[in-house]
């Protein structure tokens, strides 16, 4: 059983950065690939960015590409998403979600509880 807990959610201007971090507790995320999702008030959840386990591959929603970076320490069980240029647009509760799927997969195991994102304009 995999434990995800993100941290590092905030209020920040338009234009400001932020970096989320999750952590896992419970197993190894070497094994994983790691996603971020978000989901605005009102809104259905959506895929950010998503990270395979040796960090070699990465995708990202058109929305955040060139702004958001995904990364991970698997010596540290964390992934992190560097946010960039925000948007109020980027307002939203960021979640963390992991699973051993594929890479094409949209189903993931295991999620953290999420941390609010504030971008004001």
């Known amino acids: 059983q995999v434990q995800l807990v993100e941290s590092g959610g905030g209020l920040v201007q338009t234009g400001g950065s932020l970096r989320l971090s999750c952590t896992a507790s419970?197993?190894?995320?070497?094994?994983?690939?790691m996603g971020w999702f978000r989901q605005a008030p009102g809104k259905e959840r959506e895929f950010v960015a998503k990270?395979?386990?040796?960090?070699?591959?990465?995708n990202y929603a058109a929305s955040v590409k060139g702004r958001f970076t995904i990364s991970r320490d698997n010596a540290k069980n964390t992934v992190y998403l560097q946010m960039n240029s925000l948007k109020p647009e980027d307002t939203a509760v960021y979640y963390c979600?992991?699973?051993?799927?594929?890479?094409?997969?949209?189903?993931?195991?295991?999620w953290g509880q999420g941390t609010q994102v504030t971008v004001s304009s």
């Open positions: 990270i395979i386990w040796s960090g070699v591959n990465t």
């Open positions: 979600a992991a699973t051993t799927g594929s890479w094409w997969s949209s189903s993931y195991e295991y």
């Open positions: 419970g197993s190894t995320l070497s094994n994983y690939i």
